[in-house]
């Protein structure tokens, strides 16, 4: 995937939230941000996802510039899909409903259709025996899944994704993990942030090293994990890496 970012800067208050950021990629169908806490992820997936609009600089996104108009903005977010760090479904829908009910709010598909739609993305991750259950009654796991099928459902160009697998334990992790890598062997293309170096490292075909609203590198994982350039990615590894 194609994407070009230049003087992306986004504040909240005094604060930059993203100060001045670059970054170029091209090819490849994976794009995964890692950093410190803080260090601007969630915010970038946010504003590259449409769902908050930046106070300077230039996004362009498959060879298109980032809309700007609120109606441009809405089509664009119907096209993308997202799984956010927390709060993901409804917590008083079943799994089915969870995913029937934006299918037919915001892709307008008849209720017959995004039953069909919704039941097909279930099962294609295994969780159609699930179907009728509410959140509650679900794994972390479990629950994790439901929210990436409710993601994929619509078939989105970019599938927006941050950080999958936070507040799981190792077994439901490498469960999400594993989904996400068919996703990606499938062709859909992915932007994710994640704290686990292990899955940012097999699953990305690029990794982007966020600190304090910028991108200080960017490499494929290969060579950024073997031999990051700057001292506060070494840094970070090092110190990440430790308990690997
Ligand atoms: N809505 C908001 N209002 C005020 N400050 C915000 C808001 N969202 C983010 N920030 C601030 O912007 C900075 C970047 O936050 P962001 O959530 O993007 O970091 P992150 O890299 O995703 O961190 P983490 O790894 O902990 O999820 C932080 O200092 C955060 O406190
Ligand atoms: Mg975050």
Redesign the pocket.
């Known amino acids: 995937m194609k994407l070009e970012i230049h003087g992306l800067t986004k504040r ?2 005094s ?1 930059a ?1 993203l100060d001045h950021l670059d970054l170029s990629v091209d090819g490849g169908r994976v794009i995964v941000l890692v ?10 997936l946010r504003v590259l996802g449409g769902l908050e609009t930046p106070d300077a600089g230039e996004v362009v996104i498959r060879e298109k510039p980032l809309p700007r108009s609120e109606a441009e903005l809405l089509a664009y977010r119907r096209r993308n899909g997202f799984l956010f ?1 927390q709060f993901n479904l409804f917590p008083h829908l079943t799994a089915l409903r969870n995913l029937t009910l934006p299918l037919e709010e915001v892709q307008r598909l008849s209720p017959a259709d995004a039953k069909a739609t919704a039941e097909a993305a279930l099962d294609r991750f295994g969780l159609l025996a699930h179907a009728h259950k509410r959140p509650a009654e679900l794994s972390g796991g479990q629950q994790q899944r439901v929210g990436i099928a409710r993601a994929v459902a619509a078939k989105p160009e970019v599938l927006f994704l941050d ?1 999958p697998t936070s507040a799981l334990d190792p077994e439901m992790t490498a469960e999400v993990l594993e989904l996400i890598q068919e996703l990606a062997e499938g062709g859909q293309r992915i932007i994710l ?1 994640t ?1 686990e170096m292990g899955f940012a490292r097999a699953v990305g075909d690029l990794v982007a090293f ?1 600190a304090a ?1 910028k991108v200080v590198e960017s490499a494929p994982p290969a060579q950024w994990f073997e031999k990051p350039q700057s001292e506060q990615a070494q840094r970070f590894l090092s110190r990440v890496l430790r308990y690997v």
């Not at 950093?35 to 970038?44: F, Q, V, Y």
């Open positions: 909240f208050g604060h939230a950093g410190p806490s803080g260090g601007g992820k969630s915010t970038l760090q950080e942030s704290h966020l609203g």
